[in-house]
C-alpha cells in the first residue's frame, strides 16, 4: 500500500458508520501513509489471532475474562510501562511486532477481536486515560487495556476521575463519563488526517474527538448545576 492507496483507503473508511468502521485496517492504513515501505501483515496476524483465541475462549468463559485472557494471556498485549512516551507505543504495527504499547493503541486490537467476536465493546475517552467498555448480562463493563484488560470497578473509575481534577459531584456521574465515544464517521475528519499527517485518523477519532465531546460534556454539567448543589474546586475548596 502506497500512500495514495492508503489516502484513499482512509477516505472511504471515514465515510463508514461507526459499527461498520474498520479500525484495524484504518490504523494500519495511518502507519503506511508514513512509511508505505513497511510490512504490516504482523498487525494483520496479530488481528486474526486475536480473534482465534477469543473465539475460542468464549466457549468456556464470561465475555471479559475471554476478552482480557485472549489479548493479555494468549498475545502478550501489555502496556508500556518504562517508556510510555516512546512513539512505537502509539504505532499499530509496532504495537503488534513489540506487543506493548499505548492504551488506545493496544486498544485498537481489543476492540477489532470483540467486534469480530460478535461482543459489544466501545472506546471510551475517560478522563486521564482510555478504557473499553463492554456489555454483559449484568451490565456495562469498564476494562483497562494498558493493564491487561482488567476490569475497573466503579470506585476505581471514581478516585481516577477525581485524580484527573474532577469535582466530586462530576467523578460520580460514571454513566455519563463511561459514554462510548464514536470511531469516527465523518470524510472532512479523514482529510484532516492528510493534513497534518503524523496524527493517525484511528488516533484522532479516539483521543481528539472525543475529549472535545468530553469537555463538551462537562460544560453541560456545569450549567446544570442548581442553587445548592455542593461544589468542590479543584484546589479543595467547598461551597454551595
Not at 463508514?16 to 501483515?41: K, M, N, T, W, Y
Amino acid at each position: 500500500m502506497n500512500r495514495e492507496d492508503a489516502e484513499t483507503y482512509l477516505t472511504r473508511a471515514g465515510q463508514c458508520v461507526d459499527g461498520d468502521f474498520p479500525l484495524l485496517e484504518a490504523a494500519i492504513a495511518c502507519a503506511l501513509h508514513e512509511d508505505p515501505s513497511r510490512d504490516a501483515q504482523a498487525a494483520r496476524d496479530l488481528g486474526d489471532a486475536g480473534v482465534a483465541h477469543l473465539t475460542q475462549r468464549l466457549a468456556t468463559e464470561s465475555p471479559e475474562e475471554a476478552l482480557a485472557e485472549a489479548m493479555a494471556g494468549d498475545l502478550r498485549l501489555g502496556g508500556d510501562l518504562f517508556t510510555y512516551e516512546h512513539p512505537d507505543n502509539a504505532d499499530i504495527v509496532s504495537v503488534a511486532e513489540r506487543r506493548k504499547g499505548l492504551p488506545v493503541a493496544l486498544g485498537v486490537y481489543y476492540l477489532h477481536a470483540a467486534r469480530k467476536c460478535g461482543l459489544t465493546v466501545q472506546g471510551v475517552d475517560f478522563p486521564g486515560h482510555f478504557l473499553l467498555r463492554i456489555e454483559t448480562r449484568e451490565g456495562p463493563l469498564a476494562l483497562d487495556p494498558y493493564a491487561e484488560g482488567r476490569v475497573v470497578l466503579p470506585s476505581e473509575l471514581t478516585r481516577r476521575a477525581l485524580h484527573a481534577g474532577l469535582t466530586p459531584n462530576v467523578a460520580d456521574r460514571l454513566d455519563q463519563l463511561m459514554a462510548p465515544a464514536p470511531d469516527g464517521s465523518s470524510a472532512g475528519l479523514t482529510m484532516l488526517l492528510l493534513q497534518i499527517g503524523a496524527i493517525g485518523l484511528v488516533f484522532f477519532f479516539l483521543i481528539l474527538r472525543p475529549q472535545q465531546q468530553a469537555r463538551k460534556k462537562h460544560e453541560e454539567l456545569l450549567k446544570n448545576l442548581k442553587k445548592g448543589d455542593e461544589v468542590v474546586t479543584v484546589g479543595g475548596l467547598m461551597g454551595k
